[in-house]
């Protein structure tokens, strides 16, 4: 059973860091590119940031970059979020997502990070 399971979600004052985890199971980890995605009250889903599956690039929304940098980790299983200066607009339910190509493709359930002073 294919697991994704984010953490690291809070409430953050503006200008603040966070750092999100995703830790993912039951599935061969280096062979899933990894993205997040964010979903703000009555918004669509968002991507934030991808990265490929050994690591080497990564992209990011026009809305983030400078501010947030993702990761991974093959050993362990986990990808990373690392938000910095957090604005109010990056409020949102933020959401990890594995995609081994086609259809193969797995969601974690989410964390919420508010933005506020």
């Known amino acids: 059973q294919v697991q994704l399971v984010e953490s690291g979600g809070g409430l953050v004052q503006p200008g603040g860091s966070l750092r999100l985890s995703c830790a993912a199971s039951?599935?061969?980890?280096?062979?899933?590119?990894m993205n997040w995605h964010r979903q703000a009250p009555g918004q669509g889903r968002e991507l934030v940031a991808a990265i490929t599956r050994a690591g080497d690039s990564s992209i990011y929304a026009d809305s983030v970059k400078g501010r947030f940098t993702i990761s991974r980790d093959n050993d362990e299983n986990t990808i990373y979020l690392q938000m910095n200066n957090l604005k109010p607009e990056d409020t949102a339910v933020y959401f990890c997502?594995?995609?081994?190509?086609?259809?193969?493709?797995?969601w974690g359930q989410g964390t919420q990070v508010t933005v506020s002073s």
């Open positions: 039951g599935l061969t980890f280096s062979r899933y590119a």
């Open positions: 997502q594995g995609e081994g190509g086609g259809q193969d493709t797995y």
